[in-house]
């Protein structure tokens, strides 16, 4: 298994993520080519509690219908996996055989039910997002050899650079959501900012720390703390983050940024 090809495929599906891009369907292949298996079911859901998730399926079978995707969500509490999420809260990549021998799992109902059907016997999973209501699951099924440590450990840092992506994209799309719902922005008569502050503010928006946002402007970081400073003073904001959200509500003319080399 190539690992570097494996990450490749993880940056991949977090740049479109972060930039609210489809990721799903070219994640699964990129699993499906490079670990080498015959299925990668990836589940996302926003209320996992109580709705169906939206399932992409890759490789056998190629899809699921309605009705077979509830009878599985019936069957989530057996999973040895997921009755290890839910008592632990653990994300990382698992096999079923790292709970359980292959007869004792033979023996659920999830498996009688759902993968006996097409013949698999081998599943990992990993869940790079879980909160209260929003999950994402990704399952990988074998049907002759069960997966190894080598593919075991090589899988945990996508699944970490994929669960910032998904962390990211949530705190960015709550931020915006205040936005959106808070009072009218200050009058841009009261604040107005240099086009160094302009730059400083657009880049720590996606997320660049102070050090990063230094080494693309070409100053340090002491001169980004103090262009920070100053807009702190101008718009009453006392952090980084208030500052970025003060920041997005101010109207597209105030944000007429010099294009960055």
């Not at 021998?101 to 059907?117: D, G, K, L, S």
């Not at 049907?143 to 992506?165: C, K, N, T, W, Y």
């Not at 400083?200 to 996606?206: F, P, R, S």
Request: hydrophobic residues 40%; charged residues 25%; positive net charge.
């Amino acid at each position: 298994m190539d690992e570097t090809r494996l990450m490749r495929y993880g940056l991949n599906a977090a740049h479109a993520i972060v930039n609210n891009e489809p990721f799903v369907a070219e994640l699964a292949e990129g699993l499906r080519h490079v670990v080498g298996v015959d299925c990668v079911c990836i589940d996302i859901c926003h209320d996992w509690r109580t709705q169906r998730p939206s399932v992409t399926v890759v490789g056998e079978p190629d899809t699921l219908s309605t009705a077979e995707i509830d009878h599985w969500m019936t069957l989530y509490a057996d999973d040895p996996y997921i009755v290890n999420l839910l008592a632990t809260g653990d994300p990382r990549p698992y096999r079923t055989s790292d709970f359980m021998t292959f007869n004792r799992f033979r023996q659920t109902p999830i498996y009688r039910e759902v993968f006996a059907r097409y013949g698999m016997r081998h599943l990992l999973v990993m869940t790079p997002r879980m909160t209260d209501q929003d999950m994402v699951l990704i399952g990988l099924t074998r049907r002759l050899h069960d997966f190894s440590d080598r593919e075991a450990r090589a899988l945990h840092p996508m699944r970490d650079v994929i669960g910032a992506a998904l962390d990211y994209h949530a705190r960015i799309s709550a931020i915006r959501a205040r936005i959106y719902t808070a009072g009218p922005a200050v009058p841009p008569s009261r604040c107005t900012l240099t086009e160094r502050e302009n730059q400083v503010l657009a880049l720590i928006a996606t997320g660049h720390t102070n050090d990063q946002a230094a080494r693309k402007l070409g100053i340090s970081p002491r001169t980004i703390r103090k262009h920070l400073e100053g807009v702190f003073t101008k718009a009453d904001v006392p952090s980084r983050a208030a500052a970025v959200a003060w920041w997005l509500r101010q109207p597209a003319r105030d944000q007429n940024v010099a294009r960055l080399s």
